[in-house]
Structures are given as C-alpha cells and as structure tokens.
C-alpha cells in the first residue's frame, strides 16, 4: 500500500484523495441511503483510482461501514456530547479515523492528522480539534482493549459482547443463535467468517462452459458445485472471456447449490417446464435454464433434448432486464415475464419443478453488503413476511401434482425459512416437506434436516436456505 502519510506527502497540504473518496462514499451510504459496493464502484472510476490506491479506499469504505456500530461504541465513551448530538458528518469521519487506528496498519500519527486534514477541507476549521481530541483518545488503546474496556463481559452477556466485538447488531446475532440450534456451535465462527469479504466465485453455465475452462483462465475448481470455480486472487472476473460472453457468470457457490438441488430433486415424468419464481437479477434462472435446456423431457415423459425452458418472474422491470441480459447467451426459448408472482397469469399445475427464492432480509449475504447488518431491522422482518407466505402459496399452486418447489431465501433467520414453510404446509393439504439433504452430494455439516442451511463459515458460502416440497 503506497504512504500517504502526511510527512511522506510533504509539502501538499489538501486532504488525501483517497481518503476523501472514501468519505464521500460513505456519506452517500449513511445520508442518501446508497449501497456501498455501487457507489463505491462508481467513485473510484470518477476518480480513476486503481491498483493500492483502489484496494485502500475499498477498505477504508467497508471496514468503516461494516464496523460502524462498534465504534460508535467506543466513540460515545470519548466524546462528551451524545453520539446522537453530533452531526452525521462529522460522526462519519471519525468512524472512518476509528477504523484507520483499530482494524487497519495505519501509523497512528498519520490517521489522526489525515483525519484532521480531511475534517478541515470537508467541515471547516472549527471542528478539526473534536476530531484531533476524540481520536488521540481513540488511539489509546488497540481494538482488543477498547473491547474489554466497552463491551459488556462474556459471562455477563454473550449477545452484547459478541455485538461490540465483533460487529453486529444483538437482533441480528440473536437470529443467528436461533438459526444454529441447540448449543449454537460455531456463532463466534459464523460472525467472524461474516467480517471477511467473501472470494469471487463463477459458475460455467451447463452446456456453454465448464469447470476446466474457468481453471485455464485462472480460477481453482469450487468446492461441491460441478459448475463452480473460484478466483482465488479476486480480480476483475470481466476479464475471463467465458464471463464477459455470458457462457459463464459470477455465482456465489450457495446459490449455485441451492438452483442444482431443486434440478436434481427426483422427478417422475414431465420435466420440461421449471418456473423461477422471484428471478430478479437472474443468476439461478441463467443455471437452471442452462439445465432444463439439456434436461427436457418433453410432455408424457418421452425424451426431448432440447425441449425444456424456463419461465422467470420478476415484478421490476429493471431487474426483468437483468435476468434477460443474464439468459442472454443461453440456448432454448426461456421466458422473462415482468410480473407479481402471487398473482399468476398461468394455469395452476403448469410446471414440473418451480424455485421461489423470496424477497428476504438478505442476513446470509453480510459478508458482500457491508453496511445492510445496520440498516436492516426486525420490522424488515416481519413485514416481508406475507409476501414470502404468499410467493411460497403460489408456487405450490403452480407446480403439478408429483412436482417440486424449492422454498430458498438467502437469509437463516428462522421467521423467514422454517416459520413461512411451516405456516403455508400447515394451510395446505396438498404439498409435503422432504428431506433435502441428500441433494448436497458430498456437502458437509447440513444439520438435522429436512430443510437445509448452508453457513459463511461452515461452507464458505452465503447462509442460503432451502426447503424441498413436494405437491401431493
Ligand atoms: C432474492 S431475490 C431473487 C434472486 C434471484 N433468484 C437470483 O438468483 O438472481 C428476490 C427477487 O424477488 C423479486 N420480487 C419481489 N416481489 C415479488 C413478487 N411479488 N413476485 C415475484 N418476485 C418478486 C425482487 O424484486 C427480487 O428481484
């Protein structure tokens, strides 16, 4: 990482560039509601940042967002205002200085007077002594005994402690302690593995590419996908042509698992219809086209290579248009519907296996949206849930007797996996749950069934969820 400390910048004195982009993405993540990877992605190219420079500022920008409420804790013990009571600019910046001094190797000297610098030319000369002052206290003590000095013991909270050290917010980690059962092995694991940002994973569309090819570009064999494949160095995954042409795709390995296992949940007759029900951008549609396009056994069971197609549901027309451009390069007459998948336009028992991977809290997927764990409440929660129950409903209704439905979110919290599959069985008559473990060849660690959890840091993949319902 190239110094930009103040002495090696000598003479210059505006504030660092970098650190200024980082700010100013950070503002536009705290104040306008943005999401840090878009924003983020869209500032270092305005400001043509690139090699360290952009590795830095991405730091700068996640690790702030990320640790966001942990330091809060300490900040609201250094300053001698409420932390309510400042403005959110300023308190930004000294999240941003927060984050320098305890997660990164920035000398201590250079993160405070570059804070100092950036405070200036952003908020004006009154306020650079509160950030001097607030983080020379911050810089006292390393994070470890910030730690025990704020957070409250393991003997007397485990759930506050586990908030402040390694952070997250208490419902989300209470979530979590439900999600792992009894004993609740691994949480301090799961919480950890959600603070890393996770390895850029591609899938070889079935038919297009394949595994081999991806290695030859680079990427080392994923680990149970037979279509995945992992950019161990990360990098830019437009640069392998089978992803720049859309014959391969970047496909966190979960996902890939939870689209093979509805492919390959056991199926008498037709299989020639599958409806993705919430397909919006279109990463599971663009697999599971790519098979029942190979699949395709033509209506009465006769074989039909080449026969099977897709139909995908998306309500926002610009998440339509992604799943089109993700359908893009695969053969077969698939269809993109812009549509409310609880209202069908289709006759009811019209496919042979359907996916509803539902609107959800996206609490598995920490590891890539920094700053969703302090956005996200349990209102979230529990107003997603209707929908969910209704998604899950409409597509019992519009599989065929002897057909499947895979129930997938990408979140573990229990009121949106187990209770909305429970809830809508126990109201229908008509559709079983089955154990779906054995459609995991080889995974480990897959827990007592029937329903399957996948976890960040048991399988280094996003928590994604999945229940197999068979209608009767
Ligand atoms: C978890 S995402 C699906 C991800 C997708 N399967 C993939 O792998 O790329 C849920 C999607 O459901 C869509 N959605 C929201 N309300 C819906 C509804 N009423 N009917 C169908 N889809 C809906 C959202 O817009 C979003 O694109």
């Not at 092995?185 to 940002?197: F, I, M, S, T, V």
């Not at 229940?467 to 009767?472: G, N, Q």
Request: charged share 25%; glycine share 10%.
């Amino acid at each position: 990482m190239s110094d930009r400390s103040p002495r090696n910048r000598g003479a210059q004195r505006g504030p660092d560039r970098v650190r200024k982009v980082a700010y100013q993405v950070i503002r536009q993540v705290t104040a306008e509601g943005g999401y840090a990877n878009l924003a983020l992605n869209k500032a270092l190219r305005e400001a043509r940042l690139g090699g360290r420079d952009a590795a830095f500022c991405t730091e700068l920008v996640h690790g702030t967002l990320r640790w966001q409420g942990t330091y809060d804790v300490f900040l609201a013990r250094s300053v001698s205002r409420r932390l309510e009571d400042l403005d959110p600019e300023l308190l930004d910046l000294l999240r941003l200085g927060g984050h320098q001094l305890l997660n990164m190797r920035v000398d201590s000297y250079a993160a405070v007077s570059e804070m100092v610098t950036l405070t200036r030319s952003e908020l004006g000369q009154k306020r650079t002594g509160l950030v001097n002052a607030v983080l020379r206290k911050i810089s006292q003590r390393s994070l470890d005994q910030w730690i025990a000095a704020a957070a409250p013991s393991v003997e007397e909270d485990l759930i506050g402690h586990l908030a402040v050290a390694d952070a997250h917010p208490r419902w989300v980690i209470e979530a979590f302690d439900r999600a792992l059962g009894d004993g609740a092995d691994g949480l301090e694991d799961l919480l950890a593995a959600d603070n890393e940002p996770p390895r850029v994973t591609l899938v070889a569309r079935p038919g297009l590419s394949d595994v081999d090819e991806l290695v030859r570009a680079g990427a080392a064999p994923a680990r149970w996908s037979p279509y995945g494949a992992v950019l161990e160095g990360g990098g830019d995954p437009g640069r392998i042509e089978a992803v720049a042409t859309g014959r391969a795709g970047v496909q966190d390995e979960g996902s890939q698992l939870v689209a093979l296992a509805l492919a390959s949940a056991r199926l008498e007759g037709d299989d020639a219809d599958w409806l993705d029900l919430c397909a919006g951008p279109g990463g599971k549609s663009a697999l599971l086209a790519a098979l029942v396009e190979q699949r395709g056994v033509g209506r009465g069971g006769a074989p039909a290579a080449g026969a099977g197609r897709l139909t995908a549901v998306e309500p926002l027309k610009h998440r339509a248009e992604l799943v089109r451009a993700n359908l893009r390069a695969i053969p077969g007459d698939h269809k993109v519907l812009v549509g409310d998948g609880t209202k069908p336009t289709w006759p009811a028992g019209s496919f042979d296996r359907v996916l509803a991977d539902v609107p959800c809290s996206g609490l598995g997927a920490l590891r890539r949206r920094p700053e969703a764990r302090w956005r996200r409440t349990p209102d979230d929660v529990r107003e997603l849930r209707p929908l969910q129950e209704n998604l899950l409903d409409s597509a019992i209704t519009s599989v065929r007797p002897g057909g499947v439905v895979a129930y997938v979110t990408c979140s573990p919290h229990p009121d949106e996996t187990r209770a909305v599959v429970d809830a809508v069985l126990a109201r229908r008559s008509d559709a079983q749950l089955e154990d779906a473990r054995d459609l995991f060849p080889g995974v480990p660690d897959l827990g007592a069934g029937p329903d399957v959890q996948l976890w960040p840091h048991l399988h280094g993949t996003d928590a994604m969820y999945l229940a197999l319902i068979r209608r009767t």
